[in-house]
Structure formats: structure tokens, C-alpha cells
């Protein structure tokens, strides 16, 4: 998917692709298949993820069914433009926890040519726009939304809903933390506990 040249070969520009949607929707694993699909390319890749995100490994991306891809974790988005030499692709996962510099460096590694590919939750536990994914998926040339399966209703899911009472916005879990619900049934849940 997009790996196809620009039609006019002396515009030598990449550009940023962001797939986002709720916890359980898939993102990882599409991240994972558009990189491999690049390595099979031939072409030079380089993953990276935030240093906080070690639910399944400290190094590698995971995705909830378990397939995985090498990766570098890095402490702050200004550490990806500095690691990210001579490739063709740059994947970035879990990008709602970098800070606002990753719009920067996503730009400023499109506009050398690279082609890159980012992974995150647009929206936090509230329901609200996570971090900076909104300022990725303005300036994103392709935006993919993927969508989990409502665990209340069956229907598709694109809210992450906190199944603790722990108020911070960012806090790691599992499906024993969160689930995926869907419009209506994260509104109920809301209107329940407020």
C-alpha cells in the first residue's frame, strides 16, 4: 500500500501516513504489515517507539496478536530525526506519546524524501483528540482509521473506554484495563458514571 513513486520523478518528496483508532482496532498490525510489505520491497526501513511503551517488549513493536517487528525505543521525538539515516522508510508506533516535536520530525523526514509511516490512538480514554495525533492526521497525506469491535454491542468500535477509575491520560493496559466500544455504548458508559 503506497509505495508507489510520485508521478512526477524530479519531485523527490516522501510523505507521512498515519493509521489511528482505538485500542483493539488493529493499528499496530497494519503498521507492522506496511513495513514488512517494504522490507520485502527492498527497501530500507527503521521503527521506532516511545521508551514508556514496554507492555509486550522494551525493544521490539508487538501487536496484540503477537507478530512483531524490530524497533528503537526512543525517549523524545527530536531522537527519531537523529537515528533515522539512510532509510526509506521510518514507522513510529504509539505516536499519541511522543511529544509535539514528532509533528516536526515527521515533516522534516518527508520532506528529505522518506516515507513515513505512523501508528496511534486519536483519541484518549475521554474521548477526547490524543495528544499529537490530530496536527499528524492534518498534515498526513493518507489517513487510514481503523476500527475494533464494540465489546458491548458487536457493532464498530472506535472509542477506547478506561475500565478504571484512574483519571490520568496516559496509563498503560491491556484488556484489563480498557476496552473498545462503540458510539452509543461509550456514550451510556459516560452518562452512567458521570
Same mark, same amino acid.
Given at each position: 500500500?503506497?509505495? %508507489? ?7 523527490? #518528496?516522501?510523505?507521512? %501516513? ?22 520485502? $520491497?527492498? &527497501? ?15 525493544? !521490539?513493536?508487538?501487536?496484540? !496478536? ?27 508506533? %504509539? =505516536?499519541?506519546? #511522543?511529544? !509535539? ?8 523526514? $518527508? ?7 505512523? =501508528?496511534?490512538? !486519536? ?33 464498530? $468500535? ?10 490520568? &491520560? ?13 458510539? =452509543? $455504548? ?9
Amino acid at each position: 500500500m503506497f509505495l %508507489e513513486n510520485t508521478v512526477n520523478p524530479k519531485e523527490q #518528496f516522501g510523505w507521512i %501516513e498515519v493509521i489511528c483508532g482505538s485500542m483493539f482496532s488493529g493499528k499496530t498490525e497494519e503498521l507492522i504489515r506496511r513495513l514488512k510489505r517494504a522490507q520485502i $520491497a527492498k &527497501q530500507r526501513i527503521e521503527i521506532f517507539k516511545p521508551t514508556i511503551d514496554t507492555r509486550y517488549n522494551d525493544e !521490539d513493536v508487538v501487536s496484540h !496478536d503477537a507478530n512483531q517487528i524490530r524497533s528503537t525505543p526512543v525517549p523524545a521525538a527530536a531522537n527519531i530525526r537523529l537515528l533515522a539515516n539512510d532509510v526509506d522508510v521510518v514507522g513510529i508506533d %504509539e =505516536a499519541q506519546f #511522543f511529544d !509535539d516535536e514528532i509533528v516536526n520530525v515527521c515533516n522534516d523526514l $518527508a520532506n528529505k524524501g522518506i516515507r513515513v509511516i505512523v =501508528a496511534g490512538l !486519536d483519541m484518549d480514554f475521554k474521548g477526547k483528540p490524543f495528544g499529537p495525533m490530530p496536527y499528524l492526521m492534518a498534515t498526513a497525506e493518507y489517513v487510514t482509521k481503523v476500527h475494533a469491535i464494540c465489546t458491548k454491542t458487536g457493532n464498530l $468500535a472506535h472509542y477506547s473506554h478506561r475500565k478504571t477509575s484512574d483519571e490520568k &491520560q496516559v496509563m498503560l493496559g491491556e484488556n484489563d484495563a480498557y476496552e473498545p466500544l462503540s458510539r =452509543a $455504548a461509550f456514550y451510556k458508559e459516560n452518562v452512567k458514571n458521570n
